[in-house]
């Protein structure tokens, strides 16, 4: 009871972070004309490069001193790192032109030679700028937004910086005169510093026509000497747009798909119509299947021709498997991480329209993989009391632990890579410790209560098993061989999701977030629905060979979609990505392996449950002797 009341109370204090801001999902501060608005700088992101990066980890200009705003776990996982920036702005004052910062003498600042190639690399590699007003994201407009803007551009090798940016601000006018930031985007651009006046003794500038001097800001750092300088100017301009749009709205969340993902869009609902239409026609074929061995069964009495095969094997059929402690464990793992995934996801599609949902998404998934620890502990609970289990707090114990270990074990070998690339997306020792917390302390005392609720209510069995186990035939064909039938039962689930299995890679690593839970949702759900298919098709005709321990058969059946799901993966990475270091690639697959375990975990137990679901009906819909 006293673990129990201390993890609701460790929830309880994580809700107002989650819910104040993501079933909210929208921007509550007003301001008056004239008020200062802060502009937050957040980190640059690639779809090239798994990698984040602190924003200042280029030499932008930054403020003397740096102010980080408190982040949650989430935020932290995620990469963000939340600093002020110089860029002054205040409500309803346009801006035309205003210097970030000046150098000692001149309007540019001066780098050096190590400088300019830092910046050329993270152009090369795609990197984007990601900042925050008020809670609203930034995204560059156009028919396609996206959330940050690329600090260059390359073209036919030549890289150009984007040195000055157009803040487009949308505000709603209250009805008390003040106003709310709805909408905030950017438009970059790219100025030689020729192109730039301005006074000594202030921040306004005017860029002037190219003429004689270069048009873009090019870097070229294989042309500079170890001592050289480029100078580079920084500047920023403000307009403000009124709109009779009251909240602010994520626009990608109502963008047209991407060219290029369209026909994945409809090759997705095609695999959904032949989902569809298989399920039908194979639960008709089993249920007739089934009806004729039942028939035959009460017209002959008491016997079975070869066809009854599984009904021979109906005093084993539930005889208890072995290693009984890690099967509850890994079922209720997975209908831990089932439920954990259904409830994010439905909570991400009702707030998929909001600015800022992405920021606590990672805090949602958190919360309801933690609250999901009491179902997860229920259905181990219920399985482990029908096997005649007794070890309670060991089962306990495997379930709440089986899935964190892995995570946390993956994240701290993630975490010496990323600290030695000085990433933010590493996670600083006291997040990790946090973690761990939650794992023993709240996670550990939910799984532990619905565990022990579940042990009172046991899955009921229709047949007791008999003393002696009834021996199984010998396997005579190759195709029989439970390594064999693992490998096939996992490649046809795969094969009803293969199909947008590169563009969930893709638009995971290019912040297309609303495009990737819609697909991941529809993917996730034909992968349920074809595992729970395969596991059942393949339990019936191992019953038929007489075959009874299908317990441990059925979760690896179901679950050896992970290997299919991981083994795509790296060849994703290694032939249709653009990750070019060791670093890249190694995040990349362990992030795909950590996913694929969950996948595995959580299709394990689907396949469990189905299968468990349909031998208790085909054998409680016959009378044993």
């Not at 001193?65 to 935020?75: A, F, P, Q």
């Not at 042309?223 to 994520?250: C, G, I, N």
């Not at 074990?409 to 030695?420: E, K, S």
């Not at 179901?558 to 070019?580: D, H, I, K, N």
Request: proline share 5%.
């Amino acid at each position: 009871a006293v673990m129990l009341a201390w993890a609701l109370l460790a929830i309880l204090a994580l809700l107002p972070r989650v819910g104040g801001s993501y079933f909210s999902g929208i921007s509550s501060s007003e301001f008056r004309g004239g008020d200062v608005l802060d502009i937050k700088a957040v980190k640059l992101v690639s779809s090239r490069n798994p990698l984040p990066y602190q924003y200042y980890h280029l030499p932008f200009c930054r403020p003397h001193t740096l102010e980080s705003r408190h982040l949650s776990i989430g935020e932290i996982l995620r990469g963000d790192r939340v600093t002020n920036t110089l860029f002054l702005s205040r409500m309803q004052m346009n801006t035309t032109c205003s210097l970030l910062c000046r150098g000692d003498k001149f309007i540019p600042k001066s780098y050096n030679k190590k400088q300019i190639q830092q910046f050329e690399r993270f152009i090369r590699q795609g990197y984007r700028a990601q900042w925050v007003l008020d809670g609203v994201p930034v995204q560059t407009s156009g028919p396609q937004p996206t959330l940050g803007f690329p600090i260059g551009w390359v073209k036919q090798n030549q890289v150009f910086l984007h040195n000055h940016v157009d803040f487009h601000i949308a505000v709603h006018e209250l009805p008390s005169g003040r106003f709310r930031v709805v909408s905030f985007e950017v438009v970059p651009h790219s100025y030689h510093h020729t192109r730039y006046r301005a006074a000594r003794d202030t921040l306004d500038c005017t860029i002037g026509p190219a003429g004689k001097h270069p048009k873009f800001q090019m870097l070229n750092s294989s042309a500079m000497k170890a001592d050289d300088k480029l100078a580079l100017a920084w500047s920023y301009s403000v307009h403000f747009e009124r709109t009779d749009q009251e909240w602010p709205a994520w626009a990608e969340a109502t963008a047209p798909l991407p060219p290029k993902s369209q026909w994945r869009w409809r090759s997705l609902l095609s695999i959904v119509a032949l989902v569809v239409f298989a399920t039908a026609v194979i639960a008709a074929v089993l249920a007739h299947l089934l009806r004729r061995d039942i028939r035959r069964y009460r017209e002959a009495g008491d016997t079975f021709d070869d066809g009854s095969g599984w009904r021979l094997v109906h005093a084993d059929v539930f005889r208890p498997p072995r290693h009984r402690i890690w099967l509850c464990a890994v079922v209720g793992s997975g209908v831990q991480l089932v439920v954990m995934a259904l409830a994010t996801g439905v909570l991400t599609l009702l707030r998929a329209r909001a600015p800022n949902y992405h920021d606590t998404l990672m805090d949602v998934a958190i919360v309801c993989y933690l609250l999901s620890g009491i179902i997860g502990g229920f259905v181990a609970g219920r399985l482990h009391a029908s096997v005649g289990g007794d070890q309670d707090r060991r089962v306990a114990l495997a379930t709440a632990s089986l899935f964190p270990a892995v995570f946390l074990g993956v994240g701290f070998v993630l975490d010496l890579l990323l600290w030695h690339r000085q990433s933010s997306g590493a996670i600083p020792f006291g997040t990790m410790v946090a973690l761990v917390l939650l794992w023993l302390g709240v996670s550990y005392p939910l799984v532990l209560f619905g565990f022990t609720q579940g042990k009172r209510i046991p899955l009921g069995q229709p047949i007791k098993p008999q003393a002696m186990p009834r021996p199984i035939p010998p396997v005579r064909s190759v195709l029989r061989l439970p390594a064999v039938s693992t490998v096939l039962a996992g490649a046809l689930p795969f094969a009803a999701s293969a199909t947008v299995m590169s563009l969930l890679l893709s638009l995971i690593w290019g912040d297309n977030l609303p495009y990737f839970y819609t697909f991941l949702l529809l993917n996730g759900a034909l992968l349920a629905v074809a595992t729970a298919e395969t596991a059942i098709i393949f339990a019936y005709l191992q019953l038929c060979r007489e075959d009874f321990h299908w317990w441990w058969r059925s979760v690896l059946h179901s679950g050896s979609v992970a290997a299919y799901l991981f083994a795509y993966s790296v060849y994703y990475v290694l032939a249709a990505s653009e990750f070019s270091d060791f670093v890249s690639t190694a995040l990349f697959v362990a992030y795909s392996f950590v996913l694929s375990v969950a996948a595995g975990l959580a299709c394990g137990a689907l396949g469990f449950l189905s299968t468990h679901a349909f031998i208790r009906i085909i054998y409680g819909a016959v009378k044993a002797e």
